[in-house]
T-cell receptor
Framework: AQTVTQSQPEMSVQEAETVTLSCTYD???????LFWYKQPPSRQMILVIRQEAYKQQNATENRFSVNFQKAAKSFSLKISDSQLGDAAMYFC????????????FGQGTRLTINP | DVKVTQSSRYLVKRTGEKVFLECVQD?????MFWYRQDPGLGLRLIYFSYDVKMKEKGDIPEGYSVSREKKERFSLILESASTNQTSMYLC????FGAGGEGTEAFFGQGTRLTVV
């Protein structure tokens, strides 16, 4: 079974600084999707960024980028120029391409932005 | 604007009650999911469905059942609520078999259930 691990329950960063959230996963599949979701205090889960495992290029969405290391099964999220609105729970998630298309989530990292 | 709507944001029920959590999506998605969110445990899958009247157990199905009579609606049922089912419940939906942007799952705003 696939598992996703986020080893940082909480992180904090100064506004305008850069922060990196860590995620590792375990799978025997060679092709899959990885995601970072954000859950602000409103509780609405929002997709931040997606990575297809067959793509070597790291995904980027504005201030958000990932460092995808397939061999190490590592998928970290870098947030540049942190803003107060980035404060939220961040969840790393895995989805297989074949079979059941469920998302497997990590434990979450609570990110605090200090003004 | 895509939408997944959960019937209640907050719910308080008594031990032993039968509880229904409703979820409706307007995106014609085939896949629907029920997750439970607890601090330090992330989101854990209770049940999912990839078609009307189809259901599959997730990682923690004990004490729960589901119903999907129509494509847009997926209900989670707590047969006899217990205090250890106090939690946040999140519904999600996604396209079946899609790649790329179609892999995104859309979530409801969650139902915080308290069983007393």
């Amino acid at each position: 079974a696939q598992t996703v691990t986020q080893s940082q329950p909480e992180m904090s960063v100064q506004e305008a600084e850069t922060v990196t959230l860590s995620c590792t996963y375990d799978t025997s599949e060679s092709d899959y999707y990885l995601f970072w979701y954000k859950q602000p205090p409103s509780r609405q889960m929002i997709l931040v960024i997606r990575q297809e495992a067959y793509k070597q290029q790291n995904a980027t969405e504005n201030r958000f980028s990932v460092n995808f290391q397939k061999a190490a099964k590592s998928f970290s999220l870098k947030i540049s120029d942190s803003q107060l609105g980035d404060a939220a729970m961040y969840f790393c998630a895995y989805r297989a391409i074949q079979g059941a298309q469920k998302l497997v989530f990590g434990q979450g990292t609570r990110l605090t932005i200090n003004p | 604007d895509v939408k997944v709507t959960q019937s209640s944001r907050y719910l308080v029920k008594r031990t032993g009650e039968k509880v229904f959590l409703e979820c409706v999506q307007d995106m014609d998605h085939e896949n629907m999911f029920w997750y439970r969110q607890d601090p330090g445990l992330g989101l854990r899958l209770i049940y999912f469905s990839y078609d009307v009247k189809m259901k599959e157990k997730g990682d923690i199905p004990e004490g729960y059942s589901v119903s999907r009579e129509k494509k847009e609606r997926f209900s989670l049922i707590l047969e006899s609520a217990s205090t250890n089912q106090t939690s946040m419940y999140l519904c999600a939906s996604s396209l079946f078999g899609a790649g790329g942007e179609g892999t995104e799952a859309f979530f409801g705003q969650g139902t915080r259930l308290t069983v007393v």
